[in-house]
């Protein structure tokens, strides 16, 4: 673990002297100096490289080429757009798709796999996983005429999961193993490569959710072998709210499986517009209807900013500041009551830092809708007791840390918190 001696200001702003990415902050939309965003592992701030982009795409594709920026490129995004973030996660360019959104692609990835495990009862995954995704999973179930069972796997601290514990849940009838690589809480991050080699070893097929890994930590899915893997553009991709999601299959398991969505987009040929179905031979198999063109696009910019910065750069930055994050919330947090709910080993967690208290969130309260001119912060609070924060170091700096700290230490000393309703809020 990376080693810090001072608390005081002066070696924040050393730090940020030092940063070799620091530029890049640059490349986005940061107009209040006040503020404090913690909050990009939920949705991540807006590329200014992509304002433009999207003008072109609005008024010169759309508004000017009408029907016929189809055949300007259009129609090839999915695959092209794959292409691009395959070289994030380690894949080959045919092999990634960008196409509905995250749980739709995890329900088409789950069902083919089932299908070609037919005599195979369990899935497993584990209390961690994100909820849409259990629900999914629950879901298939009921639709396949519940011929399965859904097993997780639990927690001894809540915050990891011992690799002893995934290997015990799985056996001889295990289909599926249906695991969030970095949990949506704890950030504690998976060995991807050894319990892909577990699941395949009792003869299951492996899919990883990346939502919280892509953008945050370099990945290597055709290294490790992975199966199939689905994953977001909106978090540390920075593809705006709601943007399309991804899905990856093996290629030499693309022929193989069959997903259930029988879209016009997935047939070999659809513009012959034949009355019976035949999927394509290659990842285009598992697109379903007309791309999202306009939220697909904004993606783009984003995906070329990560591939610039590089994704080692990226990860080195980020186990640097969530450190340092941990450093100082030990000195200055520990004592008035927080504790920390994320895993110390670096290489067991991912971007972002969980603190728990007893009043976590009416804390994160204070910090988003503190007056002016207190220093504002913005992270997310996660049930029951989670504090969230993001570390996206394409823009987080370590004086911004630094503050968060101190803001933090403040509200709960003057336990200013106590001024804030406990009423939820419809997005926390």
Not at 20 to 29: D, T, W
Not at 210 to 226: C, E, K, R
Request: glycine share 6%.
């Amino acid at each position: 673990m990376t080693k810090f001696s001072s608390t005081e200001i002066a070696f924040a702003h050393k730090l940020d002297s030092e940063d070799e990415l620091a530029s890049f902050r640059g490349e986005f939309v940061i107009d209040d100096p006040n503020l404090i965003y913690l909050d990009g592992n939920s949705l991540g701030r807006l590329p200014k490289r992509s304002i433009d982009f999207m003008k072109n795409a609005i008024e010169e594709e759309w508004g000017k080429r009408l029907i016929r920026v189809w055949n300007d490129g259009w129609v090839n995004m999915p695959t092209e757009l794959g292409a691009k973030i395959a070289k994030l996660v380690g894949a080959k360019a045919d092999e990634i798709l960008v196409t509905e959104a995250t749980s739709i692609n995890l329900f088409k990835l789950a069902v083919a796999a089932l299908q070609v495990r037919p005599k195979r009862t369990e899935i497993i995954s584990d209390e961690f996983n994100f909820p849409s995704d259990l629900y999914i999973l629950q879901g298939i179930i009921e639709l396949l005429g519940d011929k399965h069972q859904l097993k997780l796997i639990s927690s001894e601290d809540s915050i990891s999961i011992s690799s002893e514990a995934v290997q015990s849940a799985i056996n001889e009838n295990t289909a599926l193993v249906s695991l969030t690589h970095v949990a949506f809480k704890s950030a504690f991050m998976y060995d991807m490569k050894k319990i892909t080699e577990m699941a395949h070893q009792a003869g299951a097929l492996m899919l990883w959710d990346l939502s919280h890994s892509v953008g945050a930590v370099p990945l290597d899915l055709n290294g490790y072998n992975v199966d199939l893997a689905v994953g977001c553009t909106y978090k540390y991709l920075n593809g705006g709210p709601g943007a399309p999601a991804f899905l990856y299959v093996r290629r030499d398991l693309q022929e193989k499986l069959m997903q259930p969505m029988w879209g016009w987009f997935a047939s070999e040929k659809p513009f012959d517009f034949d009355l019976n179905f035949s999927p394509a031979k290659d990842i285009s198999r598992y697109r379903v209807g007309t791309p999202p063109m306009l939220s697909m696009k904004a993606v783009e910019p984003a995906v070329d900013i990560l591939l610039e910065a590089s994704m080692e750069k990226l990860r080195e930055k980020s186990l640097r500041q969530t450190a340092y994050f941990i450093f100082l919330a030990d000195q200055w947090l520990e004592p008035l009551g927080f504790k920390l709910g994320t895993p110390r080993q670096k290489q067991e967690r991912g971007s972002h830092v969980s603190l728990r208290h007893p009043e976590s969130f009416r804390i994160t309260r204070a910090l988003i809708e503190s007056p002016v001119p207190a220093i504002r912060v913005i992270p997310d609070f996660r049930a029951p007791d989670n504090i969230r924060f993001g570390i996206t170091p394409l823009y987080t700096t370590f004086t911004g840390i630094y503050q968060a700290i101190a803001r933090i230490r403040e509200i709960v000393e003057g336990k200013k918190y106590e001024e804030y309703s406990n009423e939820q809020l419809a997005v926390t």
